[in-house]
């Protein structure tokens, strides 16, 4: 089993950066396919970005492609998602997810069986 602790959150104003942590300890960090999930009040928890094993293979939502990117520093036993140019649409709680598969369906929530317990990024306008 990995834990998960997200980090980073925060206010910040439209048009401003920020830059998520997910810090995991347990298992080998460097077996887990991670993933970053985020939830406004009242809608499903929607994919964000997601970083193979190795870190040599990235996937972005379209909403968030060209203005996010997603590393991981195996040697650290953390990923990161770099946040810029965020709008009041970014507005939600940021969760970082782990699978120890090889290959998930990546875009799925359920497909990650490790959450972290979240951290909230606020943009204003």
């Known amino acids: 089993q990995v834990q998960l602790v997200e980090s980073g959150g925060g206010l910040v104003q439209a048009g401003g950066s920020l830059r998520l942590s997910c810090a995991a300890s347990g298992r080998t960090f460097s077996n887990y396919f991670m993933g970053w999930f985020r939830q406004a009040p009242g809608k499903e928890r929607e994919f964000v970005a997601a970083i193979d094993r190795s870190g040599g293979n990235t996937y972005y939502a379209d909403s968030v492609k060209g203005r996010f990117t997603i590393s991981r520093d195996n040697a650290k036993s953390t990923v990161y998602l770099q946040m810029n140019s965020l709008t009041a649409e970014d507005t939600a709680v940021y969760y970082c997810?782990?699978?120890?598969?090889?290959?998930?369906?990546?875009?799925?929530?359920?497909?990650?069986?490790?959450w972290g317990q979240g951290t909230q990024v606020t943009v204003s306008s």
């Open positions: 997810a782990a699978d120890s598969a090889t290959w998930i369906n990546y875009i799925s929530a359920s497909a990650y069986d490790y």
